[in-house]
């Protein structure tokens, strides 16, 4: 019931047509930046040997795939809702399992990429022989089966409770429109604890790990505590994209008029926001990845 309210008010307060194009424009700015420089990342990744041999770099570069499927997504939504207002409930059960897919995948690769460290630091005679290019795309496999273990009940809860007429019919497209069923929302909590336990579980163990090696004033044992960091700050951010349907219902409570405004808000700082960071914490920081990325940025041949 909630969730109905909630499309009613925002087709009720639709936005006039100058603050609908102002809010497109920046969305649309705002994702073909992040997506540029995440292209500029792929790119380098593809032509350089040095990156699609080294599983860190495998585990930094799915992680900047998968933020850009979901901006990508995201924004064309946000299109949508501005355009078309309602799509086919077939076609929008694809979009927010996509969606929801590669929110699921984003704590999940974090953690991995947790554990790379702490091998490397932790066990570094033997990273090579743990840390193998095989594993690295088995781990990434796993990921993307796990998130789909996930998310792929809901369509087989809304298939087996829905009638076939709701399916070519019409929608808003959130996900508490198309899968609405109770069982279906509580599963979703009760899967987002989980995957936020564990992943919590893997940063603290790893980086107290690593924070008792670098006590041995080993500089790539520091760069690596600083960077699991890193992964519990991004961590945090993932938190928010899960509280966002409490916050919504909150929205609507304390900014009834200007209830389209507070979702604008909310979608740019937990939906893009935290994927523009993703580039510049695991891009930017290497210098590897640096050297090769200023010169697809700035249009520039690398010297023979």
């Known amino acids: 019931m909630n969730s109905s309210v909630n499309v009613t008010v925002v087709l009720d307060h639709r936005d006039s047509f100058s603050k ?64 078309v207002y309602k799509i086919n409930v077939s076609v ?9 897919l590669t929110t699921e995948n984003t704590p999940l690769n974090l953690a991995c990429m947790a554990v790379e460290c702490y091998i490397a630091v932790c066990m570094p005679l033997r990273h090579v022989q743990i840390c193998t290019v095989r594993r690295t795309l088995m781990l990434v496999g796993f990921i993307w089966n796990t998130s789909l273990l996930s998310v792929f009940p809901d ?32 599963k979703r909590d009760a899967t987002y604890i989980l995957f936020l ?33 890193l992964h519990g700050f991004q961590l945090l951010l993932c938190m928010a994209s899960y509280t966002t349907p409490q916050l919504k ?5 304390w900014f009834p008029k200007n209830y389209t405004d507070s979702l604008f808000a909310c979608y740019i700082i937990v939906q893009l926001l ?31």
């Open 197 to 229: 336990v564990i992943v919590w579980l893997v940063i603290f163990y790893t980086y107290f790990n690593i924070m008792f090696t670098a006590t041995k004033a080993s500089v790539d044992a520091k760069k690596a505590r600083n960077t699991i960091l």
């Open 249 to 253: 219902r909150h929205l609507l409570i």
């Open 92 to 100: 929008c059960c694809i979009f927010v399992m996509i969606t929801g």
């Open 274 to 304: 935290p994927r523009s960071i993703s580039p510049i914490i695991y891009g930017m920081r290497d210098k590897t990845v640096r050297k090769y990325l200023k010169r697809h940025l700035l249009c520039k041949m690398s010297p023979r």
């Open 20 to 83: 609908a194009v102002i809010k497109n424009v920046i969305v649309v700015v705002l994702g073909l930046s992040i997506n540029y420089i995440n292209v500029a990342l792929i790119y380098t990744f593809h032509n350089h040997q040095i990156f699609y041999t080294n599983p860190r770099y495998i585990l930094i570069i799915h992680l900047v795939v998968n933020d850009m499927i979901q901006v990508t997504l995201t924004v064309l939504l946000f299109i949508i809702s501005y355009t």
């Open 155 to 186: 369509l087989l809860i809304t298939l087996a409770t829905e009638p076939l007429d709701f399916f070519y019919s019409r929608v808003f497209c959130v996900r508490v429109n198309v899968f609405s069923n109770p069982l279906i929302l509580k």
